[in-house]
C-alpha cells in the first residue's frame, strides 16, 4: 500500500483565516481525493484532485471555500478559506493507484476554529 | 446517486465473542465493497474487501459477505480482542472509483 503523509496532524486556527494541508504519497497515484469528517460522524467526499487541472468537486463543496491543487501525482493541497467553527473537523487525503481498486488514507489533518 | 446505510451504530461485544456489522446499499452498479477500521486520532485503514463476483472472502478472523441480489454485505469478526475496539465504516464505490461511506459502527470489546 502507498504511504501517505499529510500534514499537519492538527491545527487550531482563528476564524476568518485560511489553513492549508499538504498531502505526499510515496509512490505515484492515480486518483487523489479530500474528504471530510465532522466530530463522531462518517467520511464525506469533497472533491477529486485531477493532476494538472481544476478539482471536481461534490455537491455541497465549491471551490473558493475549498481550493485544492495537485502539481504532479505524489501531491495535493487543501486550502480551508475563511474557516468559521463549523469547519471544524478531521481532513483526510485518499489515493488510489492505477493498478488496484483499494483506497488509501493519510492520519488526517484535525482542525479546530476558534 | 449511491446510498449506504450501516447497522448498528454502536456494537458491545465481550472478547471471544464474535460482532457482525451489516451495510446495505442503493446502486446496483456498485461493484467493490471495502470496509475500514478507524482507531481514535487515526486515518481509516482497510481491513478487508470484497469484490461484486464473490459472495465471501476471509482473512484470519475478519470475513465478509456479499449479497448482490438484497444490496447487502456485512462484516464478520470472530474471536473478538481487545484491541479490535475501534470504529468500523462499509463503504461502496460509484461509477467514477469514489467511494460513498456508512454512518459508522462503533465496536467496544470488553476484556
Known amino acids: 500500500s502507498a504511504v501517505i503523509s499529510q500534514k499537519p496532524s492538527r491545527d487550531i486556527c482563528q476564524r476568518g483565516t485560511s489553513l492549508t494541508i499538504q498531502c505526499q504519497v510515496d509512490s505515484q497515484v492515480t486518483m487523489m481525493f479530500w474528504y471530510r469528517q465532522q466530530p463522531g460522524q462518517s467520511l464525506t467526499l469533497i472533491a477529486t484532485a485531477n493532476q494538472g487541472s481544476e478539482a471536481t468537486y461534490e455537491s455541497g463543496f465549491v471551490i473558493d471555500k475549498f481550493p485544492i491543487s495537485r502539481p504532479n501525482l505524489t501531491f495535493s493541497t487543501l486550502t480551508v478559506s475563511n474557516m468559521s467553527p463549523e469547519d471544524s473537523s478531521i481532513y483526510l487525503c485518499?489515493?488510489?493507484?492505477?493498478?488496484?481498486?483499494?483506497?488509501?488514507f493519510g492520519q488526517g489533518t484535525r482542525l479546530t476554529v476558534v | 446517486g449511491e446510498n449506504v446505510e450501516q447497522h448498528p451504530s454502536t456494537l458491545s461485544v465481550q472478547e471471544g465473542d464474535s460482532a457482525v456489522i451489516k451495510c446495505t446499499y442503493s446502486?446496483?452498479?456498485?461493484?467493490?465493497f471495502p470496509w475500514y477500521k478507524q482507531e481514535l486520532g487515526k486515518g481509516p485503514q482497510l481491513i478487508i474487501d470484497?469484490?461484486?463476483?464473490?459472495g465471501e472472502k476471509k482473512d484470519q478472523r475478519i470475513a465478509v459477505t456479499l449479497n448482490k441480489t438484497a444490496k447487502h454485505f456485512s462484516l464478520h469478526i470472530t474471536e473478538t480482542q481487545p484491541e479490535d475496539s475501534a470504529v468500523y465504516f462499509c463503504?461502496?464505490?460509484?461509477?467514477?472509483?469514489?467511494?460513498?461511506f456508512g454512518t459508522g459502527t462503533r465496536l467496544l470489546v470488553s476484556p
Open positions: 485518499s489515493v488510489q493507484t492505477a493498478t488496484r481498486t483499494e483506497a488509501f
Open positions: 446502486d446496483s452498479a456498485s461493484n467493490y
Open positions: 470484497i469484490r461484486s463476483n464473490v
Open positions: 463503504a461502496a464505490n460509484t461509477g467514477f472509483q469514489k467511494l460513498v
